[in-house]
């Protein structure tokens, strides 16, 4: 499979556990995103890179969480002393370095605080 | 900030149904549209994109939609629906340039009945 990976695919924690999770992007594409989604709504967006340069982040990006791209590849998004609030899907995507392109969504990490 | 709108949450058709979701977006410079489908356990997928040209665009699956600028809208259509069309349809868009982040509308789950 050549698509976007994520791994792990469902992750339990307790509340206030800190937890990583990692995306592996289509090999060529030199942009990487993170979303976050929530029951009933569509996905938001949380933080953007390119290559390992991170570009943008959404205000919904606490600052519990942290992402990285250290060599332009994989990427981490790590949430520390999870609250219940964090619940939720956390989706990767990637796409070329080009205006017309669209991106490609991993199947998503599904993180459960209890 | 850019936003997209949903009009339906949740339609239930029967097998051989017309379909038309609404979606209108805010942003009012140059934009791509897109429509993403994700199946039940699956990851997002592309169905259609709009960048630039014929704002009637075809998507996979036998999907369309039309880009109106003057309604700010990009109506998803499909003449007649399949039960496995079942699924939730997520409209979303992205300031053209290629490198800013896609914002999602809520999206609408689709319900086809054989």
């Known amino acids: 499979d050549t698509g976007v990976s994520q791994d792990p695919r469902h992750k339990i924690t307790k509340r206030g556990q800190n937890v990583t999770f990692r995306c592996d992007p289509i090999s060529e594409h030199n942009r990487l995103y993170w979303y976050r989604q929530t029951l009933g709504q569509g996905p938001e967006f949380l933080t953007y890179f390119q290559n390992e340069a991170q570009l943008e982040k959404s205000r919904l990006l606490s600052d519990r969480f942290s992402a990285e791209r250290p060599k332009g590849s994989f990427s981490t998004l790590e949430i520390q002393r999870t609250e219940q609030g964090d619940s939720a899907m956390y989706l990767c995507a990637s796409s070329l370095g080009l205006s017309d392109t669209e991106a490609f969504f991993g199947q998503g990490t599904r993180l459960t605080v209890v | 900030a850019q936003s997209v709108s949903q009009h339906n949450h949740h339609v239930i058709l029967s097998e051989a149904a017309s379909l038309e979701l609404g979606c209108n977006y805010s942003?009012?410079?140059?934009?791509?549209l897109f429509w993403y489908v994700q199946y039940p356990g699956q990851h997002l997928q592309l169905l259609l994109k709009?960048?630039?040209?014929?704002?009637l665009v075809k998507g996979i699956k036998g999907f369309e939609a039309e880009f109106i600028k003057s309604k700010f809208s990009f109506n998803l259509r499909k003449p007649s629906v399949q039960w496995s069309d079942t699924a939730e349809y997520f409209c979303a868009s992205r300031n053209s340039g290629g490198y800013q982040k896609v914002t999602f509308g809520i999206g609408t789950k689709l319900q086809v009945i054989p």
């Open positions: 942003y009012g410079g140059t934009v791509n």
């Open positions: 709009y960048f630039s040209g014929d704002p």
